[in-house]
């Protein structure tokens, strides 16, 4: 199992957290990797940035500790939505990277694949920006005074307010319900946990406490204006999540097991309504040269065909 | 767990104070919490002013270096225990103008980035048909050390001749240039030489060595330096003997 591949892991961990042997810490329950049966040679001579990984950003050596592990959000599949320029529908709009989802990822993104993806995509985003930008539009005066009215509400909500909610709190507590109801496993009843959460944090943000006030190099205003995306984020994926009613790539449903191409296969993308809920449309997928099909390993898989995925290799370095 | 340990911090708040201050916290210091966590645990609970750069926490954005008690340090990578009993004095790195708190100017450093090329030059670009260019696990290896450069600057907050002589195109920018000489796909030697060479290139460095004692992924800058001077002195004794061209 340590050497499967990661969300296979994460999902398995989850299981050893149900069956309460996991250990708990002060970063949240972990499993432990056990390195110590290699020796130190080894170590070094395969594995040498994992040692120092763990020497430099956690204080433990791999040749006598014990490795903690657990899973974590490290990367998000869905994004706003470009086409292969990196172009959204908002004309002038252009996103790249883990910020876009220009759909090449699926329901599953395979290891190693994110890095690539920005490469290719953030050039083709910023040549298609320049070629638009160098047109020389007009700009909407409706535009400008969108402009000048959002300045004046950060003016106002962000620089001279006063309220009672820390930002670390807030998102502290989102990220916990995040993972309680949307985590590596969702069900319908914890998704309308979450949702309910998730609704009451936003309400919370609105008396959000912003001490600095200074106009040079404002971090906690930034940190104020990202954590207000990460609940509209965060509400997106509960709401995609909840009408998703099957299991597919890393949305697993323990209420609804198995994958439904009849339903479901398709984009999910999230509207705001004028007043203010949110609205799932679907996108048709385009299938060029690997229809869906069953994930299974060994044994089970056709040999050399599109479904055969071996067991990943302990990488070297973070997962990328 | 139940350790604690006080932090020093420099404040520097330019529409209130015309110098820098500093400002004492107490944080939890148990054994695996580094200085980054030290400073986001008084950001997100003591005092949500305080201002300074981080991303990563594993040392490869290179965004979160500062001087720890004195020294250049990536606070990512830098254990709070370290210093125990404390205090632990965190300070902007030096040698760069402070915008505020413990953030510094990187303008220069970004400036004198571009003007050597730091990517693959080529003269022609073959078609992608051609398809890749192919390298060798020993043609890697030519650069690989220089190609571990982070851009974390603790290498000119460390050196004694750009604190001297801002004009100093500095220790990262030299190393960077000779991870792309080095590269059997480039094309851009001599491009990156005219600036090299110039009198605040890399004769400006007298081999302190400080640079390579603080860089926190093995680059060594200062060997970067020496090697680029010989071959430097070499094209350039070479030209003086054969003037169109060996």
Redesign the interface.
């Known amino acids: 199992m340590e050497l499967g591949p990661r969300d296979r892991l994460s999902q398995a961990f989850v299981k050893e957290l149900e069956k309460g042997r996991t250990v708990d810490t002060p970063y949240g329950h972990v499993v432990h990797l056990d390195l110590r049966h290699l020796g130190e040679k080894k170590i070094n001579a395969k594995i040498p940035f994992v040692r120092e990984l763990c020497m430099k950003y956690q204080n433990l050596d791999p040749v006598k500790d014990l490795i903690p592990v657990r899973p974590v959000v490290h990367y998000m599949m869905g994004g706003i939505h470009t086409d292969i320029n990196g172009a959204t529908p908002l004309p002038g709009l252009y996103a790249a990277g883990e910020a876009a989802c220009v759909s090449i990822n699926g329901a599953n993104r395979l290891g190693s694949n994110s890095l690539p993806e920005l490469l290719v995509f953030g050039a083709r985003a910023g040549r298609a920006a320049a070629e638009y930008a160098s047109r020389g539009l007009a700009i909407n005066p409706r535009i400008i005074a969108q402009k000048t009215d959002e300045h004046r509400r950060l003016e106002h909500e962000l620089l001279n307010k006063k309220g009672s909610e820390r930002i670390a709190t807030l998102r502290d507590e989102m990220q916990k319900s995040m993972e309680t109801s949307s985590g590596i496993y969702r069900s319908g009843a914890s998704l309308r946990n979450g949702m309910e959460e998730i609704r009451r944090l936003q309400e919370r943000y609105v008396d959000v406490a912003i001490e600095d006030h200074s106009k040079t190099f404002n971090t906690e205003r930034v940190s104020a204006l990202e954590l207000s995306c990460m609940l509209d984020v965060a509400e997106t994926i509960v709401t995609a999540a909840t009408r998703r009613e099957e299991s597919r790539g890393a949305h697993q449903r323990i209420d609804f097991p198995a994958r439904d191409d009849k339903r479901y296969l398709a984009h999910s993308l999230v509207y705001r309504n004028a007043d203010g809920s949110a609205r799932v449309e679907y996108l048709p997928v385009t299938i060029t040269r690997w229809p869906p099909a069953e994930r299974v390993y060994g044994e089970a898989a056709p040999h050399g065909g599109p479904n055969h995925i071996t067991g990943g290799t302990l990488s070297s370095g973070a997962g990328v | ?1 139940g350790d604690r340990i006080t932090l020093q911090v420099a404040r520097y ?3 209130q104070e015309s110098e820098a201050t500093y400002d004492e916290f107490e944080v939890p210091c ?3 919490w ?1 200085v980054l966590d030290g400073l986001n645990h008084v ?3 003591l ?3 305080l ?2 750069r981080w991303s990563c ?4 954005c290179g965004s979160c270096g500062m001087t720890v008690n004195g020294e250049p340090k990536l606070t ?2 830098t ?1 709070l ?1 370290e210093y125990a009993p404390g205090p632990v004095r965190v300070e902007p790195l030096r040698n760069f103008p402070v ?3 413990l ?1 510094v100017d990187i303008g220069d450093f970004m400036r004198k980035l571009v003007r050597v090329k730091p990517w693959i030059v080529r003269q022609v670009e073959k078609p992608l048909s051609a398809g890749e260019y192919l390298q060798t696990p020993d043609e890697l290896e030519e650069y690989k050390q220089f190609s571990m450069c982070i851009n974390c600057m603790l290498c000119y907050a460390a050196c004694p001749i750009y604190g001297l002589d801002p004009k100093f195109i500095g220790p990262a920018v030299i190393a960077l240039a000779q991870r792309y000489n080095l590269d059997n796909r480039d094309q851009g030697a001599a491009a990156r030489m005219e600036v090299l060479s110039e009198h605040e290139g890399i004769w400006g460095c007298t081999f302190v060595g400080e640079c390579t004692k603080v860089c926190p992924k093995h680059v060594d800058p200062a060997g970067a330096i020496q090697r680029y001077k010989l071959s430097a002195a070499v094209d350039s004794m070479k030209s003086f003997f054969l003037p169109r061209g060996a």
């Open positions: 767990m708040r330019p529409e148990p054994k695996d580094v950001k997100d609970r005092d949500g002013t201002a300074y926490r594993m040392g490869i990512c990578a254990f225990s915008i505020r708190d953030i």
